[in-house]
């Protein structure tokens, strides 16, 4: 069974410029999620999906950060204009089940690691 | 959020046993336990999930006291492949819908093996 992917692997842009990541899920899996791991810390929940719909956002900054999963499978995060304190990152998981049942098993993909300059 | 507080570090040798405990004091009732293991450059990696009292899996045991406010992850024998960080997850897997805390991740432990 494939995992999940994520691309590009590393990035490097200056602050106030803008990047995309994409992750594909693992085929069949209704709930993806974004997550920032910042340098020595654990992972935060930026935004939960569950197929094309938010289930939760409140920790995406939304004044610079957008994801979109479109058709319920691929999703893009995006972050326009970047700051130095959004270098981390950026891990995509999946989950079979995910709302409906309290309990799931998130699979992640290898993150994509992001640094502002 | 359910906040979660682990202990930054732990050492050990191998074949003994680990146990690694997460405190969430205000876990809500739709909220569960879940426990990943991270490598460097890796992303997370499920390690054992549960609710209350006792699972076991072939790799680790969790055990949730009933009063759900801490939970202790059991390693077996460890390896020197065992060293890495382990974090413990908790929160309502269906999101802010379901009723409990958001996925909140702990700071991690970070378990070095020796021989």
């Known amino acids: 069974e494939a995992g999940v992917a994520q691309s590009p692997r590393y990035k490097i842009i200056e602050k106030r410029q803008s990047v995309a990541f994409w992750c594909n899920p693992i085929?069949?899996?209704?709930?993806l999620y974004w997550y920032q791991q910042i340098l020595g810390q654990g992972p935060k929940l930026l935004i939960q999906f569950q197929n094309n719909g938010v289930v939760d956002d409140s920790q995406l900054p939304k004044d610079r950060f957008s994801a979109e999963r479109l058709k319920g499978v691929d999703s893009t995060l995006k972050i326009q204009p970047a700051k130095l304190e959004d270098s981390a990152v950026y891990l995509c998981?999946?989950?079979?089940?995910?709302?409906?049942?309290?309990?799931?098993?998130?699979?992640f993909g290898p993150g994509t690691r992001l640094t502002v300059l | 959020l359910a906040k979660t507080t682990q202990p930054i570090s732990m050492d050990s040798y191998e074949g003994q046993e680990v146990n690694i405990t997460c405190s969430h004091n205000?876990?809500?009732?739709?909220?569960?336990i879940t426990w990943y293991q991270q490598f460097p450059s890796q992303g997370p990696r499920f390690i054992i999930q549960?609710?209350?009292t006792k699972v076991t899996n072939e790799v680790a045991s969790l055990f949730i006291p009933a009063d759900r406010k801490s939970s202790t992850l059991s390693l077996p024998r460890v390896s020197l492949s065992d060293t890495a960080v382990y974090y413990c997850?908790?929160?309502?897997?269906?999101?802010?819908?379901?009723?409990?805390?958001?996925?909140?991740f702990g700071t991690g432990t970070q378990l070095k093996v020796e021989l």
């Open positions: 549960g609710y209350k």
């Open positions: 997850l908790v929160g309502d897997i269906r999101g802010l819908t379901g009723g409990g805390n958001k996925l909140t």
């Open positions: 998981a999946s989950s079979l089940a995910g709302g409906l049942a309290g309990t799931d098993t998130q699979y």
């Open positions: 085929s069949g899996h209704a709930t």
């Open positions: 205000n876990i809500a009732t739709n909220d569960y």
